[in-house]
C-alpha cells in the first residue's frame, strides 16, 4: 500500500504515469491524502450486526436487443444501515461479468464480502452511506441467458441505464437525485462498477455513453473488449462540459484474461486525455487473478476513495 498526499499536478508523461501506477495512490484536497490498500481488513470481512438491507426489485425495461418489445428486468438492492426516505444517497450501479447476472456479487448472502465490508465501511464511518444497485446486465428479453451467444446484449445496456434503471431508481427510492430532481448536479451522485464484463461496460457504456448522468467509475479486471484507451479519449469528446470525478482500475497480473486489454484501457489512459490526471485517475495492479479477490479489493478501494473526493 501507499498514500501520496494532495497538490495540483500537470498531465502526466509516462514517467510520472508509472509512479502512479506503482505507488498506488490518488492525490486529493490540497494536504489531504488517501491510501489504496493492497488487501481488505480481514475483520471487514465478517458480519455486523445491524447491517444494510439487500433486496431484490422488478422494473420496466425494453428489449434492447431485439424488437423493443416491453419487459420486466429484475436487480437487486442494497440499501445502508438506518436507510430512510428522509435521506439522499448516492447511488453505485454495481455490475456483473459475462458467466454471471444481479445475483453475481452475492449481496443477498449475509457472507458476502461485498456487502460485509460495505457495512462496515458505513458503520465506522469510512464512507457515507449509499445504495447499490446490482442489475442483469444483459438487455434482451432472453436476460436469463448466460451463454456467450448472448453476449451482444451487454452492449446495448446504455440505453436501459438511461432510459429505465436510474429513472426507476430514482423514482422509488431515496435517492440524492430523487430529493433535487432538477439540479444537474446529480451525476456527481452516481458512480458506477463492474467486474469483467461489468468493468467493460463501466467503461464503454458508463464513461463513453453515460457521462452527463455519471461522474465516477471503477473498473475491475475489465473484460477483453473494454475500449483501448484512445478510443476512450476519442469518446470523451462528445462530453466537453462534463467533468469525470473519478476514474479507477484494478487488475491481476496473473489474470490472463483481462490484464492485457485492461491495461490497454486504462494503465496509460491520462496520456490520451487531459480529462483524467493524478487528482482523479489511478491503475492499481497486484498479484492475482480473474477473481473475487481482485474484485472484492476493486470495490473497498472504490469505495473509499471515491467517497473522499467527494468529501472535498
Not at 458480519?47 to 426489485?57: D, I
Not at 420486466?72 to 428522509?86: N, R, V, W
Request: hydrophobic content about 35%; some cysteine.
Amino acid at each position: 500500500m501507499a498514500t501520496i498526499k494532495g497538490g495540483k499536478w500537470r498531465k502526466p508523461g509516462c514517467a510520472m504515469i508509472l509512479a502512479a501506477v506503482l505507488m498506488t495512490g490518488i492525490c486529493c484536497a490540497e494536504g489531504e491524502s488517501i491510501t489504496v490498500e493492497d488487501a481488505i481488513p480481514r475483520e471487514y470481512t465478517t458480519a455486523v450486526k445491524n447491517g444494510g438491507t439487500v433486496k431484490r426489485f422488478s422494473y420496466p425495461s425494453k428489449d434492447y436487443s431485439g424488437d423493443q418489445a416491453d419487459l420486466t428486468k429484475h436487480g437487486a438492492i442494497y440499501l445502508p444501515p438506518d436507510y430512510s426516505e428522509d435521506q439522499a444517497y448516492d447511488v453505485l450501479i454495481l455490475c456483473h461479468g459475462i458467466g454471471g447476472d444481479e445475483n453475481e456479487w452475492g449481496f443477498l448472502n449475509a457472507s458476502c464480502t461485498g456487502r460485509n465490508l460495505t457495512d462496515h465501511l458505513i458503520l465506522e464511518g469510512k464512507i457515507q452511506p449509499l445504495i447499490i444497485v446490482m442489475p442483469n446486465g444483459r438487455s434482451t428479453a432472453k436476460y436469463t441467458d448466460k451463454s456467450m451467444g448472448n453476449a451482444a446484449s451487454f452492449y446495448v445496456f446504455g440505453q436501459e441505464l438511461r432510459n429505465d434503471l436510474i429513472p426507476y431508481i430514482d423514482v422509488n427510492y431515496a435517492t440524492w437525485s430523487s430529493k433535487h430532481p432538477d439540479d444537474p448536479a446529480a451525476r456527481d451522485h452516481r458512480a458506477m462498477a463492474g467486474l469483467s464484463m461489468g468493468g467493460m461496460q463501466t467503461i464503454n457504456i458508463g464513461l463513453c455513453e453515460c457521462l452527463d448522468l455519471i461522474s465516477a467509475f471503477g473498473a475491475f479486471s475489465a473484460a477483453p473488449t473494454s475500449y483501448p484507451a484512445s478510443q476512450i479519449a476519442e469518446k470523451l469528446k462528445h462530453f466537453p462540459d462534463e467533468s469525470i470525478h473519478y476514474f479507477y482500475s484494478i487488475c491481476g497480473t496473473e489474470d490472463g484474461i483481462a490484464y492485457g486489454p485492461a491495461s490497454k484501457a486504462a494503465k496509460n489512459l491520462p496520456q490520451y486525455t487531459d480529462r483524467l490526471d493524478e487528482t482523479n485517475w489511478l491503475w492499481q495492479e497486484r498479484a492475482g487473478e480473474h477473481n473475487f479477490a481482485i474484485w472484492n479489493l476493486g470495490l473497498y478501494n472504490f469505495l473509499r476513495i471515491r467517497d473522499r473526493l467527494n468529501a472535498n
